[in-house]
């Protein structure tokens, strides 16, 4: 999640810990505590796929932040004897802080890395996307009444239960758009597919599934209260460069971080020829971010190079403002082409343009 969000989930729960003895320090220290597992993004780890995918590592592993608070509240305990704090309630205050930062993390569609050192793959519930305002309202309401009226545990209480109340109506959503889609994947023979269904930005009204198959993706964007049925819709992935990408270092780590959900293409730049990799979890179609150039091609051999990453399309406000227009609107359909123009591969589907 954001940054301020993490901040917000902090500061109420250091206040709804330690509130009553150390006042708005606790919340301060709580939004400190908050935001702290994301200081890793100033690591530079080598290059492009290396720092796309050590993101959210050790830093948001449970045992390192678990084996963290346990020294902090020691040190706290030791060093600070006048607050008259025992040392369980400086664990449970370091350690609700700290730890709740990467479990909200995995509710996003990015992936975190909760069991670090072990090379489990990335844990994503993906039911929030990285910035909702519902999610995070309730929790600034409550801090910053508490900053400014002193310590107020109902507020505080109140906003956790109504920003937890909300993670749980995601992954019901989630679950709901998982059974809808069953039938519409068994008509078309993809009930097996690697498939990932997420919230589309700002919201959980408006749901983005994405279907992969060796050659073709699939997108259908269906809302929670739709009258309609779901459409799918086809793009190129280019699954016939993926031994190729494979081969590689940078490619196996891309394929261990986001599964099966990468999009392959050949780039001319430059005077010479690129093997770029997307990841398809993270965007929308025409509009992904996460580009990465993994080998060039010379003399007919393909050659590891140190990846780069390659922009992506700038996010577009009309699109975005369209797309939250579908999410209230459960009973229109619109192709996931139709938003940034792109061209499907093929017309599956009656998606309407408009």
Not at 36 to 49: K, Q, R, S
Not at 308 to 337: F, H, M, W, Y
Not at 342 to 350: I, M, P, R, S
Request: with cysteine.
């Amino acid at each position: 999640m954001d940054s301020l969000t993490q901040a917000c989930l902090g500061a109420a729960i250091g206040g709804a810990v330690l509130g009553r003895r150390l006042g708005r320090k606790a919340v301060l220290a709580g939004a400190a505590l908050g935001t702290l597992p994301d200081l890793d993004v100033v690591i530079d780890y080598g290059d492009a796929v290396a720092d796309y995918t050590y993101h959210r590592g050790f830093s948001h592993s449970l045992l390192v932040l678990a084996a963290l608070s346990a020294l902090l509240a020691a040190l706290t305990a030791r060093l600070a004897p006048a607050w008259d704090i025992s040392l369980r309630r400086w664990g449970t205050f370091y350690a609700a802080c700290l730890l709740t930062h990467p479990l909200l993390d995995a509710f996003t569609t990015y992936g975190t890395q909760l069991w670090w050192p072990l090379a489990t793959p990335p844990v994503s519930w993906a039911s929030i996307f990285i910035i909702d305002p519902l999610y995070t309202l309730p929790l600034l309401v409550a801090v910053l009444y508490t900053l400014v009226r002193g310590y107020r545990p109902r507020v505080l209480h109140l906003g956790l239960a109504l920003s937890t109340l909300y993670l749980a109506f995601s992954l019901g959503g989630k679950l709901v758009i998982d059974q809808r889609m069953a039938p519409v994947l068994a008509a078309q023979g993809l009930q097996d597919a690697p498939r990932l269904i997420q919230p589309t930005p700002f919201n959980t009204l408006l749901w983005r599934v994405t279907v992969v198959e060796e050659e073709h993706y699939y997108e259908a964007l269906t809302g929670l209260f739709d009258s309609i049925p779901p459409v799918l819709e086809r793009f190129p992935r280019g699954g016939h460069y993926a031994e190729t990408a494979l081969a590689l270092p940078s490619g196996q780590r891309l394929q261990w971080f986001a599964g099966p959900f990468l999009r392959y293409r050949i780039q001319h730049d430059d005077g010479a020829t690129w093997l770029i990799a997307t990841d398809l979890r993270l965007g929308f179609p025409d509009f992904h971010p996460f580009n990465f150039q993994l080998a060039r091609r010379d003399d007919g051999e393909w050659q590891p190079v140190t990846t780069r990453e390659i922009p992506g399309r700038p996010a577009d406000t009309a699109a975005l403002l369209k797309l939250l227009g579908r999410a209230v609107t459960p009973d229109k359909n619109i192709c996931p082409s139709a938003f940034f123009e792109t061209k499907k591969a093929d017309g599956l589907g009656a998606c309407a343009s408009s």
